[in-house]
């Protein structure tokens, strides 16, 4: 199966300045797509993460054929396919609302592009990614009476069947359970790198975009805030909104004002709290929002050098680590910091905070954009 579907491996997909403006009578039109530019590379899975509606199913969409853009071109390889029809584009897509066919078996369901072309062995494929997707047990199953998880997983074996250029996957694990979403998240990812297929995965669960994507794009109103590997995004955000939006438990964000100091500069959270940093940050006093992730922030004493003195607001104990929130005097949002499970605080304790440098982002207050202040 494998060599087989290897010599049919994807193509390179290529979205250029691509738009999409929606005008209902009498409404307001709507931007959902706002000139977006990437490549997806032959056989590379590309994550698209954002919050809903910022744009993804519309781009997606607009890939498949089912809806036109109002600009901009796709290829895929060299070929435009702007105007040519969804069939034509030889792209699957499985989406959040599997539309199965009532009347026919799951193994129909599945067989069906590949029967309706006329391609040879089209059961015994159906056959061999249900098996993959642990779904063989359905074939001769109806569609009616399958869980949701389960209309979604055979939904993903349609599309995958196909061999396609593109694989679309909008949403494709949202309706399975927790224990089927980690399995067949794990069967995606090895059918995707075996088979090779150019694929492009929305989702709106980071940790589903993390763990299953070469590289992922960042989308918010309709633009692509970041495109990089999960490390990159990770610890390196572009701005403000991809530093909010990836990580969990979110990345601390406290304004404040830069200077520079013999040495650095320094930052002005609040009147009493001052935080150093080795850096250059230029000549002039800069508006800035200071961030750090909870896992990139250490507890020790008040007085300890160079720790920002806190007061706990709240410790839980977790699982693992253990969740401390705590306030800067004359800041208004908490901080969070994750802790070793073995510790423990009670409200009202004092702390003192300790910043990782190199794991501390500036972003700038007026653009929003990251500021590089450390050498790399
Ligand atoms: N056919 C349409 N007519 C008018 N507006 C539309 C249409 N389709 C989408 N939109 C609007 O375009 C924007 C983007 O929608 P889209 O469905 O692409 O978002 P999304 O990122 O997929 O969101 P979700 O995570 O909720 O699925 C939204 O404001 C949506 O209301
Ligand atoms: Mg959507």
Not at 168 to 192: C, F, G, I, N, V
Not at 196 to 220: C, F, K, P, W
């Amino acid at each position: 199966m494998a060599d087989r579907q290897s010599a049919r491996a994807g193509k390179r997909l290529v979205l250029d300045k691509l738009a999409k403006r929606f005008q209902r009578k009498g409404q307001q039109q709507v931007i959902a797509v706002n000139g977006i530019d990437l490549t997806v590379n032959e056989g590379e899975l590309l994550g698209l993460l954002g919050p809903s509606g910022c744009g993804k199913s519309t781009t997606l969409r607009m890939i498949a054929g089912l809806e036109e853009p109002t600009s901009g071109d796709i290829r895929i390889g060299e070929r435009s396919i702007v105007g040519s029809p969804p069939h034509a584009r030889n792209v699957a897509v499985a989406f959040e609302n599997y539309a199965l066919y009532p009347p026919l078996t799951v193994r129909e369901n599945i067989a069906f592009g590949l029967r309706a072309r006329k391609e040879k062995n089209a059961d015994q494929r159906a056959r061999e990614v249900a098996d993959r997707l642990g779904i063989s047990h359905l074939l001769d199953r109806k569609p009616g009476g399958l869980s949701s998880g389960q209309k979604q997983a055979v939904s993903l074996a349609r599309a995958i069947v196909r061999e396609p250029d593109v694989l679309l996957l909008d949403e494709p694990l949202s309706h399975l359970d927790a224990a089927e979403r980690d399995s067949t998240r794990r069967e995606l990812k090895r059918l995707q790198r075996e088979t090779g297929y150019t694929t492009v995965l929305v989702t709106h669960d980071q940790q589903e975009a993390l763990s299953l994507a070469d590289r992922i794009a960042v989308m918010n109103a309709g633009v692509f805030q970041q495109v990089g590997t999960a490390a990159e995004v990770y610890d390196r955000p572009a701005n403000l909104f991809v530093a909010d939006f990836v990580g969990e438990p979110r990345m601390n964000l406290v304004a404040g004002t830069a200077v520079a100091i013999p040495g650095g500069m320094r930052i002005h959270l609040s009147g009493d709290a001052v935080l150093d940093l080795a850096g250059d940050i230029g000549a002039q006093p800069r508006d800035v929002t200071l961030g750090i992730r909870p896992q990139d922030l250490r507890v020790g004493r008040p007085d300890d050098a160079g720790a920002l003195p806190a007061t706990v607001f709240a410790y839980e104990p977790l699982q693992e680590v253990g969740r401390l929130t705590v306030t800067l005097p004359g800041v208004e949002n908490r901080v969070v910091v994750e802790t070793h499970h073995d510790y423990w605080a009670d409200g009202g304790d004092m702390v003192g905070l300790k910043f990782n440098p190199e794991r501390t982002h500036l972003f700038d207050n007026a653009t929003g954009a990251r500021i590089e202040w450390q050498p790399r």
